[in-house]
């Protein structure tokens, strides 16, 4: 069996995914679950036969429980910034930890790392340093391991990508902090997950570190144009040195806890991550490869349909009303016909005789004749509407005396106002 530790994850769930296509492999996942994207993905694991374990990895009974007739571990676990329930170095370091005493004594074999790229040993960065703690542990164990170093990861629910939305629908300005060129390589989440799950067995990749770097290369202040420009936003650049722009974003973070960018955040955008591609590429059969600008311009159709169901509902309202018209052109026909239709086709023919009344008050000769000044023809033209919109009055009354029954009288009705009726008068009240 294989355990995915961060199961709920941006590679997590890509790592369940492409596990579950080998249907022989057991697969258990653990997840904190404490959010509603996590709880909606949990229960379909459990529906395709997954084994799910709800908890916090930091703690070792729950990780001795999760580990037990497992075979290989796989961590794709992470934090970039502190949480209110959990910080940096417990989830990056001690989780690891757990994980390994208790594989250990557990009897697993195999252990997959999920890192970054700019983990080393002297980094300034926390979160860097945590990371290559990490893997210190794990090259230390007894485990045939295996770690990975991915540059940026996105995927459509990406953290990365709603740091970078943040950072360009929230801000004033396009803020670039320091010069802007280093560069990255991101890398899809599918991606990372194929390389991750083809490896389980695979003696190749045993006791190595591979870095995963995307097919674009893509400087900070490039990145940031190219999602405000999907994003339809145009906004003029501030740049800042880095000693001011990381303090600031560390006071962002504390001033705002769910902004997504803080000191540490702003420290891995502010870093290179860059790779040669081909031991990777030589090792995993990838396909075809998915870009950030081919990520960012499907989230904008997503987002295009999600927004859509206004229109929807227009088109909706519009049925509703020619569903209603039909209605009363089959009362009408059905008068002709049955006398019991009769008081039924009063109130139509009440609408009928409303809808000109209205049509009349509307028509003002004095508004058409300043409109129309000028041209010689007001006078005429506001004339012949009002002795049309008369005549279709009358004939609405006239149809209404001829249909009413003469053995029975029937009380008056007020018609509900048309939809299209946009004279504004009020209707009235019995």
């Known amino acids: 069996m294989i355990l995915v530790v961060g199961a709920t994850g941006t590679v997590g769930r890509k790592v369940i995914e492409a596990l579950l296509a080998n249907p ?56 970039m910034r502190a949480l209110p329930d959990a910080d940096i170095e417990s989830v990056n370091v001690d989780a690891v930890r757990n994980l390994i005493n208790v594989g250990e004594e557990a009897g697993v074999q195999r252990f997959i790392q999920l890192s970054c790229m700019g983990a080393t040993e002297h980094a300034t960065c926390l979160y860097f340093g945590c990371k290559w703690d990490a893997e210190d542990l794990v090259r230390k164990s007894k485990f045939y391991w295996t770690i990975f170093r991915p540059s940026l990861i996105f995927d459509y629910e990406s953290p990365v990508l709603r740091i970078l939305d943040f950072w360009i629908q929230r801000m004033p300005m396009q803020v670039v902090v320091g010069s802007g060129l280093n560069r990255f390589q991101p890398i899809s989440a599918t991606d990372v997950a194929t390389c991750i799950a083809s490896s389980v067995y695979d003696r190749d990749t045993v006791g190595k570190i591979f870095e995963l770097p995307g097919p674009e290369k893509i400087d900070l202040q490039t990145l ?30 504390k001033l705002n806890p769910n902004c997504p960018i803080d000191a540490n955040v702003m420290k891995i955008l502010t870093s290179e991550m860059m790779a040669d591609p081909k031991p990777m590429l030589q090792k995993f059969q990838l396909g075809e490869r998915l870009t950030l600008e081919a990520c960012l311009d499907e989230t904008n159709r997503i987002g295009t349909r999600a927004g859509g169901h206004g229109g929807a509902d227009d088109g909706a309202h519009d049925d509703d009303e020619e569903d209603e018209e039909d209605e009363n052109e089959e009362d009408d026909d059905a008068l002709d016909n049955d006398e019991e239709d009769d008081e039924e086709h009063l109130s139509s023919a009440a609408k009928t005789k409303s809808k000109a009344s209205n049509s009349a008050k509307s028509t003002n000769p004095t508004k058409i004749a300043r409109n129309s000044a000028g041209t010689g023809k007001g006078s005429t033209s506001a004339e012949k509407k009002l002795s049309d919109a008369k005549a279709a009055a009358d004939n609405a009354g006239k149809r209404n005396r001829s249909v009413a029954p003469p053995s029975r009288s029937v009380g008056s009705k007020n018609p509900r106002p048309s939809k299209n009726d946009n004279s504004g008068a009020p209707p009235r009240s019995d």
């Open 24 to 79: 022989q492999v057991p697969i258990r996942a653990l997840a904190r679950g404490k959010n509603d994207w996590e709880a909606s993905l949990l229960p379909g694991y459990r529906r395709r036969g997954v084994e799910v374990v709800v908890g916090d990895v930091r703690s070792e009974a729950l990780a001795a429980r999760a580990v037990k007739d497992c075979t290989a571990i796989i961590n794709c676990s992470g934090l």
């Open 224 to 253: 940031l144009m190219l999602v405000a420009e999907k994003r339809g936003k145009e906004i003029r650049s501030l740049r800042i040195p880095s000693f001011l722009g990381v303090p600031l974003a560390g006071l962002l973070g």
